[in-house]
Every structure is written in structure tokens, then in C-alpha cells.
């Protein structure tokens, strides 16, 4: 459900590229870099408190993935990366709608300063089960067979371009770095 509203906001921004474009395609990337500063540890408890730079502080325990823990020391500073990137293209059906999700983690290695990477992929194709085109309202149907219906916006210039049958299809990807880098 939770994709399918996420379809729905960015099926609108998807239908307004040019009207030479045979069907919509939009893709949109944004990345996030912050440090904090490490203020304590509990050793014992595996935890953290960080100061960020607004001066904000947060406490994070740590699991045993994050290896290396014991050369985390106070005054330690901590990089942070966030990327998100989403794909969606309107495009002919190939198939039933389907829902994918790939993942990978990687830890830095024995002995080095702490690290860990996280990547997520998540690839999802609704079906375009009706068009009511003078209200503007696109009907979609989930990879669990939950129906949506999506309002797009007086912007959009191409909306004829879409046909019922075809699907919708979104990837959603998000990658975190987190690095003890001073």
C-alpha cells in the first residue's frame, strides 16, 4: 500500500515531461552528507551519544554488524551519506505487476576504523487498469492486486500517452554510508 501511494505521488511528476515523449519517464536523485562528533560511549551497551552539526545530540546502539567498535573513542568524528534515487516510467505491460527488493550490507574490514554501507532496491510495476482522461484520474492496480486511483495535475501534457494495460513502473533506491573519518 505504501508503494502504491508513492506511485501515485510521483505518477503525477512522471506525466509531465514533454509531449514528445511517447510515454512519461521522470528520474530524480538527492544526496545527504552530515558529521557528528562522538560526545560518549557506553562500551558495555554497545552505544553512542553524537552531537551534530546544529548541536542536536542523538544515542545510537550499535549491534555487533558494526565491527570494530571497541577504536570508536570520544572526539571521534562520524561521516554520514544518504543517497535516494527514484526512477518511474510509464511503459508497455510485460507482465502481472511485481514487487522486487535487493539489498547488500558491507562492514569494514578487521582492525580498520569503523564503516558500514547499506544499499536498497526496491522495483516495483503497478498495471494501469483504466483512464478517465476528462477527469484526469489514472486507476492502478499493486503487485498484492490493490487498487489506487491517482489524480494527475492540469500540468501534465502527455497523459494521452497512457493507455490501460500499460504498467507503471518505479525503482526506488537508497544507499547509507556511515564512517568514523577523524
Known amino acids: ?54 548541536g542536536t545530540t542523538m544515542g545510537y546502539a550499535l549491534d555487533e554488524r558494526v565491527r570494530n567498535f571497541d577504536q570508536i573513542e570520544v572526539g571521534d568524528v562520524v561521516t554520514a551519506q544518504y543517497y535516494e534515487s527514484i526512477a518511474i516510467a510509464v511503459e508497455p505491460a510485460t507482465g502481472k505487476p511485481t514487487i522486487k527488493d535487493t539489498s547488500s550490507d558491507q562492514r569494514a574490514p578487521l582492525g580498520d576504523k569503523p564503516e558500514a554501507n547499506n544499499l536498497r532496491i526496491r522495483e516495483l510495476t503497478a498495471m494501469v487498469e483504466d483512464i478517465d482522461y476528462s477527469n484526469r484520474l489514472v486507476t492502478l492496480r499493486g503487485p498484492s492486486g490493490q487498487i ?21 513502473r518505479v525503482r526506488h533506491t537508497e544507499a547509507i554510508a556511515v564512517a568514523v573519518t577523524e
Request: hydrophobic letters at 40%; a positive charge.
Open 1 to 54: 500500500m505504501t508503494c502504491l501511494i508513492g506511485i501515485s505521488t510521483l505518477l503525477v511528476s512522471a506525466c509531465s515531461q514533454t509531449e514528445n515523449m511517447a510515454k512519461p519517464v521522470v528520474a530524480a536523485t538527492d544526496t545527504i552528507q552530515t558529521q557528528a562528533t562522538v560526545i560518549a560511549i557506553n562500551r558495555p551497551e554497545r552505544e553512542v551519544v553524537l552531537r551534530g552539526q546544529d
Open 148 to 168: 489506487r486511483k491517482v489524480k494527475v495535475g492540469p500540468d501534465v501534457t502527455n497523459l494521452e500517452a497512457v493507455r490501460r494495460g500499460d504498467q507503471v
